[in-house]
């Protein structure tokens, strides 16, 4: 259902909740994203940092409360999700690639099978709308609908995007060969390349540095610098306190079920209010 009361936040959050098993993990958590917000997320371990990163595009089902993307509210059970997924991507702490598959199918996978979905849509409906057809007048047949690029067309397209995206991040001689072959850095960077290879409206990071060996961190963080330079949304869990000080527009410290305080990267690194954070930034800085 949508929403026409909401304000312009691409994604709004309304007194979420959630449990695991008799395990309350969030308790009424609000919070607003808007165009251009770079949101770093912080806070102790199992304090539900990824689980609220996770419930934003339902990966988890919210136990109550409602998400709104652009109005439609995620957890009504009308709503399909999948449509909405579309437009936020998500990178995880373990690069998620297919091992079966190279660097260039992993990246064209999600456009080819998506343009696959609607074209195979539309060509139902455009089935219906003849037999339908076949029972109206001249003057009432309704007209079919275009069948847009034909198969090969949006696979080149698929192709040429996932070659582009390659190029920016410097590993086109990468597209032919399988994960395995990469370094951790390399593969987290696919995992970025292919969730912006669906043109995502937002994109969510949970903990993308927390699996890679030191030496590796930097190359992934300049791309998400990048990204955050060229506009993108982002709500980014992170345990790396100075490159959420560096690029964050607002920094959320969670903790007891929710956001204990929220604030610039100054005022939450420099004049934190909170014991609780008080205490964490104690101990991590």
Known sequence: MKDES????IISVKDLKKSFGGTEVLDGVDLDVYKGDVIAIIGPSGCGKSTFLRCLNCLEDPSGGSIFFEGEDLADMKVDINVHRQKIGMVFQQFNLFNNLTVLQNI????VTVAKKNLRATKRKNFFIKVSNIFKKKDNKKELLPLGKTKAEFTEDAKNKAMELLG???LTEKADVYPSTLSGGQKQRIAIVRALAMNPKVMLFDEPTSALDPEMVGEVLDLIKKLANEGMTMVIVTHEMGFAREIATRVLF???KGIAEQGTPEQIFEHPQNPRTIQFLNAVL
């Not at 909401?6 to 936040?9: E, M, V």
């Not at 064209?108 to 456009?111: G, I």
């Open 6 to 9: 909401l304000n312009d936040a």
């Open 108 to 111: 064209m996978l999600a456009p």
């Open 168 to 170: 920016k991040i410097g």
């Open 254 to 256: 969670m903790a007891d």
